[in-house]
């Protein structure tokens, strides 16, 4: 690659054409643990392509796959007490930036945790303004040395720096696990819960309705779908709009009415047919499209909901059966083409990539899911929904070690037992129960047994441990 080509991070949907067999190759080449194959086939793409963040971790991921690399025994490097194999490719770096990160690359291929070297990547990558990039290389140093906590508060402060609040409370949290005295990681995750706490307020309010409309009509709008209305009410209110629609259908004000109005009436059809309209109208803004296939899924799902009690209330009639199980199928291949069209349409989105990473995962493609969900881990709001469907998807593809990493951090970043803890608990019960971890399994367990007894199973598996 020539040094006068701009580099920047990219997604798969900006791969060049050329690259793109390599990348299919590659990951149907992990799909079958044929590792070694792929690394080959990612370090091509790498080459060519240093920003495209999705290849770099899923070459990392074959690495360690293939080297039976384990986290907590990475090599020390450039910072570390021993070695110095990073400093080498900071001086490349120096002249070379590009023919730096192949080396790197191919240097980490037997030993990808090496805390040294992927140091020197972060530096690299940082001067390179690849932000990600460098994030990533400092979480697999991490990972790799969780008890060189000097990394960790360098994975910190560049969160930090970023604004990525919810992060930094993450890594200070995973500081004060390794040493508890370490007062600067435990004054640097209150602070960081706190910045993070007031960011997603922010992004909640920036993200409300009053976003979708700027108009006086809009406002009068939003309080009232604060109050409580009954369905009469709203089918009153619903007339009175649909007399305004048919005096001018192209008023806008009146046509976004008109789609709140049917969502809380849950007429997902009729809502869905007017947002798609005010989007139309508003000429492209995206938060109206973006409703308008939350709504088209809302109206999919319902149906077949809807034929699935049917289905219930009368299981000796194939013919509905067989429609059930025919729509479902559909459903899922409509999902997916769906999901990868609005991720073209919008690829820095981290909410399509989660709906798309969870499309993937209910086709089956686990392989094709995972660069998708890591991406979307970046949104604070998903980001445990997120952790939870990787853990799902690494624990399909048999990886139970990465099933379970990505486990412990969602419900590390958890504090309350609500629902969501509990399901994550349970499902990291699981895992360790497929791995022979007994003990780790029946610990996930009787943290929901203590707070909700009726908790799905938990009950049987406790008591039973005891009866064993």
């Known amino acids: 690659m020539s040094e006068t080509k701009e580099i920047r991070e990219i997604t798969e949907a900006e791969l060049p054409a050329a690259l793109k067999d390599h990348w299919k190759n590659a990951k149907a080449s992990v799909e079958r643990n044929n590792h070694g194959y792929a690394i080959k086939f990612l370090q091509a793409i790498l080459k060519e392509e240093p920003g495209f963040l999705n290849a770099r971790k899923l070459v990392r991921q074959a690495e360690i796959i293939q080297s039976g690399a384990t986290p907590g025994a990475a090599k020390k490097g450039l910072f570390g007490t021993s070695g110095g194999g990073g400093s ?38 940082l001067s390179m303004n690849l932000l990600d990039t460098a994030a990533f290389a400092l979480e697999t140093a991490k990972t790799g040395s969780p008890a060189n906590t000097k990394v960790a508060h360098k994975l910190a402060q560049f969160y930090v720096n970023r604004e990525m609040h919810l992060d930094a409370s993450r890594v200070y949290r995973e500081i004060v696990k390794q040493d508890p005295g ?9 602070d960081c819960s706190a910045k993070a706490s007031m ?54 004000a009146v046509v976004k009415q008109l789609a709140q109005t049917y969502e809380q009436l849950e007429d997902w059809n009729t809502c869905h047919s007017f947002y798609s309209w005010a989007f139309e109208l508003s000429n492209g803004d995206v938060a109206l499209r973006a409703k308008a296939n939350e709504i088209k ?21 194939q013919e509905l059966q067989s429609q059930l199980q025919e729509i ?7 999902r997916l083409e769906e999901c990868q069209e609005r991720v073209k349409q919008n690829p820095t989105d981290p909410k399509m990539r989660f709906d798309l990473g969870q499309a993937l995962y209910d086709a089956g ?10 991406q979307a881990t970046r949104n604070p709001h998903i980001r445990t929904k997120v952790l939870l469907l990787l853990g799902r998807t690494f624990d399909a593809k048999g990886m139970n070690d990465l099933a379970i990493k990505q486990l412990k951090d969602a419900n590390d970043e958890l504090t309350q037992m609500d629902n969501t803890k509990k399901e994550i608990l349970y499902e990291l019960g699981v ?33 039973g441990s005891y009866a064993g």
């Open 297 to 317: 899924d809302k109206a999919a799902d319902q149906h077949i909901k809807d034929l699935e009690a049917a289905a219930a209330a009368d299981p000796e009639n």
């Open 431 to 463: 895992i360790y129960t497929k791995a022979e971890k007994k003990e780790e399994a029946l610990g996930c367990f009787k943290q929901i047994y203590e707070i909700d007894y009726g908790y799905r199973d938990v009950a049987a598996r406790v008591e």
């Open 88 to 125: 080498s490719f900071i001086r490349q770096a120096k002249k070379d930036s590009f023919g730096a990160l192949v080396a790197i690359e191919k240097e980490l291929e037997n030993d990808p945790f090496n805390c040294g070297i992927n140091e020197a990547f972060y530096e690299i990558a």
């Open 328 to 334: 479902q199928q559909s459903r899922v291949g409509e």
């Open 182 to 190: 370490d007062g600067e990681a435990v004054r640097g995750e209150k």
């Open 365 to 374: 493609e686990y392989s094709d899911a995972i660069p998708h969900l890591q």
């Open 199 to 252: 960011q997603q307020n922010r992004m909640s309010e920036n993200s409300s309705f009053q976003d979708l409309v700027k108009t006086d009509e809009a406002a009068e709008l939003e309080k009232a779908s604060r109050t409580a209305l009954t369905k009469e009410q709203l089918e009153e209110r619903a007339g009175e709009l649909a007399a305004q629609y048919e005096a001018d259908p192209n008023n806008l």
